[in-house]
């Protein structure tokens, strides 16, 4: 569905990705692991088409593409109906992102300026699942959000994505995030990055003995990582 | 004074004709600045080209270009209109795009990933946070757009309270022409309230949260 192969990208002289190899699957759950500033948001970039490689290839298989973005992305100016049909015709589907998300409940014409953070993100999520995606991107959607939301969310986002059999990459620095959400994961070193090494379908039983591994790598790459999972 | 006498006053029909033209050129100036402005969005190059020629008509004096268009069109009312849109749309449509400039950046990755259309983009994203930080440039427009006009009808027009304020200083009569200038204050300040009053009306679903 998506392939980098031999990617690299530099901002003028400074080289951010170097040789990037590696596919999401259809149907599968993939996880980004980097420390901050590696060049996460980059590979998204490249992914969606906003940036072109300096050299490599990368190969898009998919018809729509749903994004969450790190930042609020939202047009707090008008509704949250409006936010949804925005980007979707469809009145009704957007209606049921909605419902799907849990802010059914609430007015469709409430300003999506006067929601809360978190209530934010779900209006995010619902909008990147009203394309009816191939392809679900989410660029470390969850930061800033308390720990009972995330955990609310992040079920909330399973039971979707395995209802609806979306592929689902998921880019963080937060580990333990990764492990509760992806099968497969890609670790990434710090700049220039490059691909450290790759988890393939782990197991509930094996998470904690991937962690370590995780951990370990990028210690000895000395990469930077937030303070809670050092 | 009663409301006949005032109504049968000899000032009131230039009073009303002043700021009739006031309030159309206003919309006028308005809304081709906003046109401008988000013909501007559709892609960097539009932007320079429009943020330039902006930048270039703002620094022409209100008094050439009301000597150009009186030379071009005579005096009247249409010289007084287009020297009016002149000045004021230059003015509003920098505003308005300082405003976009301050829309924010991921904005621009939904549009191309979600393919937004620029008509829908201009009705959902541009217009709306327009009107959430409109007054600065609303209260600032009709100001410009009260002078601007006072100055063309002086130099470029054949009735309104600058040609009045024009006979006046004719008769070299002081108080007369500081009661006229005290005339013309307030209708501006008066129309101006009553405006405002109406555009937060009409954009109460979008003021700022």
């Known amino acids: 569905m998506l392939q980098f192969d031999r990617v690299s990208f530099s901002y ?14 259809k149907g599968t759950y993939q996880g980004l692991i980097g420390p901050s500033g590696c060049g996460k948001t980059t590979l998204i970039q490249l992914t969606t088409g906003l940036l072109e490689a300096s050299r490599g290839q990368v190969q898009r298989r998919f018809n729509r593409l749903g994004l969450v973005c790190q930042n609020d992305t939202l047009i707090e100016e008008i509704g949250l109906l409006k936010n949804l049909t925005y980007v ?23 300003r999506a ?28 959607p969850f930061s800033g959000l308390d720990q009972v939301a995330k955990i609310a969310l992040i079920a909330q986002m399973k039971h979707f994505l395995t209802a609806t059999e979306t592929t689902f990459w998921y880019v963080t620095h937060d580990i333990d995030e990764a492990m509760i959400i992806c099968d497969d994961l890609t670790v990434l070193s710090a700049k220039p990055t490059r691909v450290l090494k790759r988890f393939g379908q782990i197991q509930q039983a094996d998470k904690a003995a991937v962690k370590k591994q995780i951990l370990q790598l990028l210690r000895e790459k000395s990469c930077v990582l937030p303070f809670h999972q050092k | 004074m009663t409301a006949a006498s005032l109504l049968s006053s000899p000032e009131i029909y ?7 033209r006031t309030l159309a050129a206003f919309i006028a100036s308005l809304l081709l600045a906003i046109v401008f402005a988000l013909v501007g969005q559709i892609n960097p190059l539009c932007k320079a080209v429009i943020k330039d020629l902006m930048s270039f008509v703002i620094r022409i004096p209100s008094i050439a270009s009301i000597s150009f268009f009186v030379l071009l069109c005579g005096t009247g009312a249409l010289t007084i209109y287009l020297s009016v849109m002149t000045v004021v749309i230059p003015v509003a449509c920098l505003g308005i795009l300082g405003i976009y400039e301050k829309i924010n950046p991921g904005m621009t990755t939904i549009n191309r990933v979600y393919r937004v259309p620029f008509v829908r983009q201009a009705f959902y994203l541009y217009l709306p946070t327009l009107f959430g930080s409109f007054h600065a440039i609303f209260i600032l427009s009709y100001s410009l757009t009260f002078k601007a006009l006072i100055m063309a009808e ?16 004719e008769t070299l009569d002081l ?19 009553v405006l405002e009053r109406c555009a937060r009306w009409l954009t109460r679903h979008y003021a700022p949260i």
């Open chain 2, 14 to 20: 230039p009073l009303m004709t002043t700021l009739w």
């Open chain 2, 154 to 169: 002086f130099l470029g027009g054949l009735s309104g309270l600058g040609y009045g304020l024009m006979l006046r200083r």
């Open chain 1, 88 to 110: 979707c015709a469809d009145k009704d589907l957007a209606l049921r992102c909605l419902e799907l998300v849990g802010l059914g409940d609430l007015p469709h014409t409430k």
């Open chain 2, 175 to 193: 108080n007369q022409l500081s009661a006229y200038i005290l005339l013309i204050a307030l209708a501006g300040l008066f129309s101006q309230s």
């Open chain 1, 113 to 140: 300026g006067a929601l809360s953070k978190g209530m934010k993100k779900r209006l995010e999520i619902a909008r990147a699942l009203s394309v009816s995606p191939d392809l679900l991107i989410m660029d470390e």
């Open chain 1, 12 to 25: 003028g002289n400074e080289t951010v990705l170097d040789e990037i190899s590696f596919s999401v699957a």
